[in-house]
Nanobody, 126 residues
Framework: QVQLVESGGGLVQSGASLRLSCTTS????????MGWFRQAPGKEREFVAG????????VYADSVKGRFTISRDNPKNTVYLLMSSLKLEDTDVYYC???????????????????WGQGTQVTVSS
């Protein structure tokens, strides 16, 4: 079992930057591929970014490519999401998730992730 706790959300103006953190406890952090998802009220949770177990590979949704950067610090059991050039449409609850599956592919479907944090709200204002 692993527990995930997100932090770093808040209210920012359009064009600003924000860094989310997700700290885990439990099993060895480097045994999980990690992902960030987001969800608006009434909408499905959507994939934002994912990173492989030791951080060599990353995948991004087209909507955030070039603006968001996912990274991880395995000794600190933490994954980050640096969000730059934020837009109004980036307003969502952001969740981190851990994939304990044996594959090497970075999954983009929420059903492929095994553990989830409680979410952190990001609100972008004009």
């Amino acid at each position: 079992q692993v527990q995930l706790v997100e932090s770093g959300g808040g209210l920012v103006q359009s064009g600003a930057s924000l860094r989310l953190s997700c700290t885990t406890s439990g099993r060895t952090f480097s045994s999980y591929a990690m992902g960030w998802f987001r969800q608006a009220p009434g909408k499905e949770r959507e994939f934002v970014a994912g990173i492989s177990r030791i951080g060599l590979r990353t995948v991004y949704a087209d909507s955030v490519k070039g603006r968001f950067t996912i990274s991880r610090d395995n000794p600190k059991n933490t994954v980050y999401l640096l969000m730059s050039s934020l837009k109004l449409e980036d307003t969502d609850v952001y969740y981190c998730a851990a994939d304990e599956g044996p594959g090497v592919r970075i999954e983009v479907r929420q059903s492929d992730y095994d553990y989830w944090g409680q979410g952190t709200q990001v609100t972008v204002s004009s």
